[in-house]
């Protein structure tokens, strides 16, 4: 469970750090799939010493390849985990989320997403408008580190909002040339494997390069109010042609769908050519919940 302290630290600052978030059978279940997404990577991770795993020169891949649903369950299993949700609406007035992303993300030394980034806020790529205080239109982002990061293994950099208080955020950049006080007081999200940094749009923040030779593997989710349609990174129904994709759809309960954008039971969406339809789309759902 995520504490009354932190979350009170996340709405001071405009972040946490949950150290230790996910449980032991929770962080090995990801870290099992880890291994079969992206092969030697965990092993190298623990060990630099050791060779680079195969193809870790890589050039820029689609995030599309490696995102939600997952072959498996623990990584679906954790894009909806109840506590994230819980957190993710609670910061957004009570009301329905929406899942906008689940992506696994790892770098290495030398890969091309090894960078010393700027100071930034996410909210150009989650929103087509800007993200006020209102929780009514509250995103809230979560990396969810299945590594452990020390500080010359690229941890997130972030800055408390006490730093930029009461400001329109715009531009959504800063250099460390135009705004070093950004950089003086960010906090590096250093943390064992397991842990989650939970931050929001209104957070600048930036990923930092490998000092030495190491890897890093996290998973970034981000969750939306259910409402607003400008809000979001991806559409879903892009991933639709994916078997993996049918698969998860076939076996989610109907509010775990809902989180994704499906329509809910009580959908007028739903006709008996809609539910014939969808059945035969996703022959293993269970439609009975769709049935008027
Ligand atoms: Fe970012």
């Excluded at 965990?42 to 795993?53: E, G, I, S, V």
């Excluded at 989650?126 to 580190?145: G, M, N, S, V």
Aim: negative net charge; contains cysteine.
């Amino acid at each position: 469970m995520v504490s009354d302290e932190q979350i009170q630290h996340y709405k001071d600052h405009g972040f946490v750090i949950l150290e230790n978030f996910l449980s032991p059978e929770e962080l090995a279940g990801a870290r099992e799939e880890v291994e079969v997404f992206i092969p030697g990577w965990l092993d190298y991770a623990a060990d630099p010493k050791r060779p680079k795993p195969a193809n870790w020169d890589e050039t820029l891949v689609s995030r599309r390849s490696r995102r939600f649903p997952f072959k498996g369950t623990h990584l679906n299993t954790i894009t909806m985990h109840p506590e994230l949700r819980r957190f993710a609406s609670m910061m957004a007035g009570g009301g329905d989320i929406f899942c906008e992303q689940s992506d696994l993300i790892y770098k290495c030394k030398g890969h091309y997403a090894d960078n010393d980034q700027v100071m930034h806020l996410d909210y150009v790529n989650h929103t087509l408008a800007y993200p006020p205080e209102d929780p009514a239109y509250w995103q809230t982002a979560f990396l969810i580190y299945y590594t452990d990061v020390a500080a010359h293994e690229a941890p997130t950099a972030v800055c408390s909002w006490q730093n930029y208080k009461d400001e329109i955020l715009w531009p959504p950049v800063h250099t460390k040339a135009d705004r070093p006080s950004l950089y003086e007081n960010e906090v590096k999200a250093t943390v064992s494997a397991g842990s989650v940094l939970a931050y929001s749009m209104r957070t600048f923040h930036r990923g930092t390069a490998f000092l030495e030779e190491g890897a890093r593997v996290a998973h970034f989710v981000s969750y939306a109010p259910a409402k607003p349609r400008w809000m979001g990174i991806i559409g879903w129904p892009e991933q639709g042609i994916y078997p993996s994709f049918s698969a998860w759809m076939e076996k989610a309960t109907p509010q775990e769908r809902e989180l994704i954008g499906f329509p809910a039971p009580n959908d007028p969406y739903w006709s008996d050519e809609t539910v014939a339809g969808v059945s035969a789309r996703y022959p293993e759902m269970d439609m009975t919940p769709y049935k008027k």
